[in-house]
């Protein structure tokens, strides 16, 4: 794809106007002020070079598609002699290619990335397109686009329409009756569990669509993650007859949840201690010791292994 964005080849906007520490006679509100916007033209610049360094990137990837061995090897040596790792150059890539989705579908100006700070194009690539929209539009009017202006119509957007929530919620929320900063969280903890257990936290939620209630289960629904994703980690729990899902029940009855995924998760961490153990141990058992005897011999069980 041809490039559509260019750093601006002014030379005067790599001189940062900063103000004097040792000035006297400039107020603190125009010292800070001075450093914000010197520090904006920073972010521009970080967000344009990320978005460059992308698009190399992704012709690298390509060219080795097209005329390497199909496996990536040469991909992946670029990547080293470049001390990149391969998850942030699949995140600048992933980010070139969403300012380039951006910007060929026309809903934000060539001339409007300048608007955004880093973090705050990267939240808007990362957002529905609808919050896309009407984040692209605001910065194609000439306003300044903050990551906290971006997370805050992504809650707003996904608080009025989400699915996951009942009626009562989504309705509530439109009307200004709950917070989108409370619903939000509430949406994104609900994603992550099975369809059962979101209809019956929905039950509570429609039972008494409250602000109180609504921290409550997102409470709740956070802790029952932690708890099932440690318990499926937790290799002892795999060959006993403990019944994880009637454990988590009984301690959602019993308003103990939380102790729960405690507890799941320290066994968790011990047993992944357990198993560091038996591994160094085993390494030492191809050392002999100072009497000739292997310490492969003298080495502990481990029931888990």
């Not at 097209?66 to 991909?75: K, Q, V």
């Not at 929530?165 to 009307?175: A, G, N």
Request: with cysteine; charged share 30%; net charge negative.
């Amino acid at each position: 794809m041809t490039s559509s964005i260019a750093l601006d080849p002014d030379p005067s906007l790599l001189q940062l106007d900063l103000p004097d520490p040792e000035q006297d006679d400039i107020s603190t509100m125009e010292f800070l002020a001075r450093l914000e916007q010197a520090w904006a033209v920073c972010d521009r610049f970080d967000l344009q070079t990320e978005i460059w360094r992308g698009r190399i990137l992704r012709a690298v990837r390509d060219k080795e598609k097209r005329g390497g061995e199909g496996r990536g090897a040469g991909f992946l040596q670029w990547l080293r002699e470049q001390e990149i790792s391969k998850t942030r150059a699949y995140g600048l890539i992933q980010l070139a290619e969403s300012a380039d989705s951006m910007l060929s579908d026309g809903t934000l100006e060539e001339s409007s990335v300048n608007q955004f700070s880093k973090r705050a194009f990267m939240e808007t690539a990362q957002a529905v397109p609808e919050v896309q929209l009407m984040i692209s539009e605001a910065a194609n009017e000439g306003q300044e686009i903050t990551r906290k202006q971006v997370r805050r119509l992504t809650d707003e957007f996904t608080a009025a329409t989400s699915p996951l929530l009942p009626e009562e919620i989504r309705q509530r929320t439109q009307e200004n009756l709950l917070p989108p900063r409370a619903v939000a969280p509430l949406v994104r903890e609900l994603a992550k569990l099975p369809e059962p257990q979101q209809e019956d936290l929905r039950k509570v939620l429609r039972d008494e669509p409250e602000l109180d209630r609504i921290k409550d289960v997102t409470s709740t629904a956070r802790w029952i993650t932690k708890a099932t994703e440690s318990g499926v980690a937790v290799r002892a729990f795999q060959q006993g007859e403990l019944d994880l899902d009637r454990a988590m029940q009984e301690a959602q009855r019993l308003d103990a949840l939380g102790l729960l995924a405690d507890a799941v998760g320290q066994a968790q961490a011990l047993e992944s201690a357990v198993l560091k153990l038996h591994t160094s141990w085993r390494r030492l058992g191809g050392f002999r010791s100072g009497s000739g005897l292997k310490a492969e011999a003298a080495r502990p069980t481990c029931a888990m292994c």
